[in-house]
């Protein structure tokens, strides 16, 4: 079954950096599109940046264009979200997920704080 571990989160001061990392088995990871998700409290899941197969394609929300970066390691079956000068609105529980597959890790959590 399909298995997505995220890791990375934490505590971390604005204007901070934090990377996260999602492990991924189940399925066949070079081919699945990838994208970073989060859910702040109180607010709805909200896509953050996508990655296409072979990293063709890379989209980003606006609120995280020039800070974010997402990459891939097909040979780990991992993604990546690089997070840098992080705000006080990017706290949230960060989710990865494949594009085509309904299933959901647990997340990990992310605060930013002074």
């Known amino acids: 079954q399909v298995h997505l571990v995220e890791s990375g989160g934490g505590l971390v001061q604005p204007g901070g950096s934090l990377r996260l990392s999602c492990a991924a088995s189940g399925f066949t990871f070079s081919r699945s599109a990838m994208r970073w998700y989060r859910q702040a409290p109180g607010k709805e899941r909200e896509l953050v940046a996508g990655?296409?197969?072979?990293?063709?394609?890379?989209n980003y929300a606006d609120s995280v264009k020039g800070r974010f970066t997402i990459s891939r390691d097909d040979t780990k079956n991992t993604v990546y979200l690089q997070m840098n000068k992080l705000k006080l609105e990017d706290t949230a529980v960060y989710y990865c997920?494949?594009?085509?597959?309904?299933?959901w890790g647990q997340g990990t959590q992310v605060t930013v704080s002074s």
């Open positions: 990655i296409s197969s072979a990293a063709l394609y890379i």
């Open positions: 997920k494949a594009y085509e597959i309904d299933s």
